[in-house]
């Protein structure tokens, strides 16, 4: 059973960065087919995706990450990171990694782990 703990979050101020992290556990990060998320939910708005990276290092990342947000990975830590600058009071929310054992990389909601996630507030 695939287990994910991000870190990481806290309140800033417009034009601030943080670092999130992700920490997985329960399954072989070194050798397992997985794509891993980074996914948001503002307060009364759905949760969407930001950026996935699998685990031959493809990455993505959504319009609203572009320029701003980088997904990354450590093997070694079973961790993926994401590093976010130039934050906006838009980017308020709670922050989730979410994760599938499979080669099927998409922005859906049906991933089966997810962790708990880190709050996010920007402030003017």
């Known amino acids: 059973q695939a287990h994910l703990m991000e870190s990481g979050g806290g309140s800033v101020q417009s034009g601030g960065s943080l670092r999130l992290s992700c920490v997985a556990s329960?399954?072989?990060?070194?050798?397992?087919?997985?794509?891993m998320g980074w996914f948001r939910q503002a307060p009364g708005k759905e949760r969407e995706g930001i950026a996935l990276?699998?685990?031959?290092?493809?990455?993505d990342r959504k319009e609203i990450a572009a320029g701003r947000f980088t997904i990354s990975q450590d093997k070694s830590k079973h961790t993926i990171y994401l590093q976010m600058s130039s934050l906006k009071p838009d980017d308020t929310g709670m922050y989730y990694c979410?994760?599938?054992?499979?080669?099927?990389?998409?922005?859906?909601?049906?991933?089966?782990?997810w962790g708990p996630g880190t709050q996010i507030t920007v402030s003017p």
């Open positions: 979410a994760v599938r054992l499979s080669p099927y990389c998409y922005y859906t909601a049906d991933y089966p782990h």
């Open positions: 990276i699998d685990q031959n290092g493809w990455h």
């Open positions: 329960g399954y072989s990060f070194a050798s397992a087919t997985y794509c």
